[in-house]
């Protein structure tokens, strides 16, 4: 199994730690990932899955407290990575989607970040 990253070189998806990785720079009309490519990324975020064109999952939380933390901590690695995702916040819930807008569809960083922000919730 394969992926295409923002340079279009072929990465393989089976042993990679995507949050160990860091988002790359799509500007200048890179290609978004074959349906077959993504769905291997796909499968190594446990609990995101697509939804018109981008990735998205929802975040469960005790309370606002909780979901602004997290919400900040989401932000940050936006800034990090410079790949920032939409997200929708309420009270104790925060829904986040990701898509790679300068490739016209999915990339390797929409997957990295989803890996980066599912780690925030490990052991808890």
Request: hydrophobic share 30%; net charge negative.
């Amino acid at each position: 199994m394969s992926g295409n990253n923002c340079e279009g070189q072929k990465v393989p998806v089976t042993t990679i730690d995507l949050s160990s990785k860091h988002c790359k720079s799509c500007e200048g009309g890179a290609p978004p990932l074959q349906k077959d490519d993504a769905d291997s990324f796909l499968s190594t975020v446990p609990g995101w899955y697509y939804e018109s064109g981008c990735i998205s999952k929802i975040f469960n939380f005790k309370n606002f407290y909780h979901t602004m933390a997290f919400v900040n901590a989401v932000a940050w690695i936006a800034h990090c990575e410079s790949h920032h995702p939409e997200m929708e916040i309420s009270y104790n819930t925060c829904r986040i989607s990701y898509t790679t807008h300068a490739a016209g569809g999915l990339t390797e960083n929409d997957f990295i970040c989803a890996a980066k922000v599912n780690a925030l919730q490990q052991g808890t």
